[in-house]
C-alpha cells in the first residue's frame, strides 16, 4: 500500500543534506556486540569525484596498528587521502594506519577521509574488515543454519513455478500484512502500530493464515540520526525480530519488508518532499538500501523460514518518459531520469543478500506500485541462490484490476516462476473484489497476504479488523472466511 491511513501521515522533520553516513547493524540471536563497527559517509559529491570518511571504532582487546579494507563498485578510483595510509589494488581499498594513531584502545574510534573518482554509480560498501577481521557483525562463529522447528513454518525454495518446502511439498504464502514498522519510528511514535504480543499475533494465526509480512524502515533499522533512538537501531532491530519469532512460534512464515527508505523525490506522484524515510519513494536508494538488506541478511540468513521482499511498490515509471526507462531503473538502478538520487536497482538488493551467503526466499515486486509485472520476465534480477520469486500488489483501484489484464500480463509470469500477491485489498470496505482477486489465484495455486492487519478506517486505508483481537471488518471478513475455508 502506498501510505497508511491520513492519521499517520503527519510530517516529519524537514529535508536534511543528502549526505550522511550509515553504520550496518548486525544484531545477532545473543545480541554479541561486534569486534569492530565502521561508519561510511560521502562527505560531498561532484560529476566525477567525491569525498568520502569512514570512522572505525575497536570493541575488541587494544590494537598498536590497524588496517581497514573494503571493496569500492567498479568505475571508482582512489585520488588521495589522509589520516591513514591509502592504497588501492583491483576494487580492494586499504587504509592503514599511521604512526601517530595506530594506537586503538578498546573502545576507541578513529577517522579518516579521502577522495575518489566515480562513474555509473556510488555504491556504499557493505562489507569492512579491520586487521582481517569482520566489522559490524558478530565475533562469535555462525552457527550453521538450522532446520524448522516441528509445527513451525517451513524453510521455502523455488521449484520450477511453485514454493516448495525441505520435503518438495508445495507450499502457497496465505495470511496478512501487519503494518506500523514502516511509519512509527520515523514519526517518533513507536516501532508497532497496536499491540505486537502474543496474543495479537495469535488471533492473526486463528483465522488460518500461514504468512505473516512486516513492512520495515530503513532508516529505523540502520539506526539514523534523525530517528529516536528509543526506536531506532538496536531497540527497532530486536523488536522485529521478537515479532518475527512470535509469528515462526504460531507456524506461519515471516515475510520482512522494504516499505519506506531514504531519498529525495518531488517529482509526479511524490509521497513526500522529505529527504527522509517518511513515505513510498519510487525505487531505493544506493546510499543506504543496499546496506539495510545486507543488515537484514546477516541477521536472518541462519533462519531461512525468514523471507525477504526487497521493495514495497516501486514506481519508477511515474518519473521516467518511457516504460524500458522504468524496467532498466528496476533492475540497474544508477541515475534514473526523473529521479534525483541514486537509485539501487533489485539486482543491486539480490547481491547485497546474496553477499552475505543468505539463501532465503526473495521476492521482488515489478513497477507500477508493484502492480505491473509486463516486463518483470524480460528485467529478471539473477539471482546465484535461484531462489527468486515474483511479487504483486492489487487494489481495486489499480490498472491491472481485472481477469483480462491478469491473463494476459501475471499468467506468464506465473508460467515461470511463483507469484505472490503481498498485498491485495480494497477500498469499499467490502470484499467483492478480493473475492475475485482469491479465485483467479486459488486456481492457479498461488500465494496472498492481505492488506492489512490495522485496526484503520477501511475508507483510508484497508483494514482488515477493528479489534486486534481479530475481529474482522465487513473487508476482513471475506479474507478471514475464505482462509478458514482453505485451511480450517
Known sequence: MRHPPRS????????AALLGSVTVPVVTASGAAPACSVEYSVTSQWGSGFQGAVRITNNTAAMSSWSLAFDFAGGRE???????????????VTAASESYN???????????????????????????????????????????PTDPAEGGPPVLHVSGTKLVDAGGATRRLLGVNRSGGEFMCVQGRGIFDGPVDDASVKAIADWKANTVRIPLNEECWLGLSTIDPAYAGTNYINAVKDLVAKVKAHGMTPVVELHWTYGQYTGNSAGCSDVHASCQKPMPDMRYTPSFWASVANTFKNDRTVVFDLFNEPYPDRATSTTTQAWQCW???????????????????????????????????GIAYSNDLSQWLTYKPADPAGNLAAAWHVYNFNTCANESCWNSTLAPVAAQVPLVAGEIGENTCAHGFIDQVMKWFDDRGLSYLGWTWNTWDCSTGPSLISSYDGTPTAFGTGLRDHLRALNG
Open 8 to 15: 499517520v501521515l503527519a510530517a516529519v522533520a524537514g529535508a
Open 331 to 365: 533492475r540497474d538502478g544508477g541515475s534514473c531520469p526523473g529521479i534525483g538520487y541514486e537509485v539501487a536497482g533489485m539486482q543491486d538488493l539480490v547481491d547485497s543478500v546474496r553477499g552475505t551467503g543468505a539463501t532465503n526466499l526473495i521476492l521482488a515486486g
Open 102 to 144: 595506530g594506537s586503538l584502545a578498546t573502545g576507541a574510534s578513529v577517522s579518516a577521509g579521502f577522495i575518489a573518482s566515480w562513474s555509473g554509480r556510488n555504491a556504499v560498501p557493505t562489507s569492512f574488515k579491520l586487521n582481517g577481521t569482520s566489522c559490524n557483525t558478530a565475533v562469535e562463529p555462525t552457527p550453521e
Open 78 to 92: 582512489l585520488a588521495q587521502g589522509w589520516n591513514a595510509k591509502w592504497s588501492q589494488s583491483g576494487t580492494t
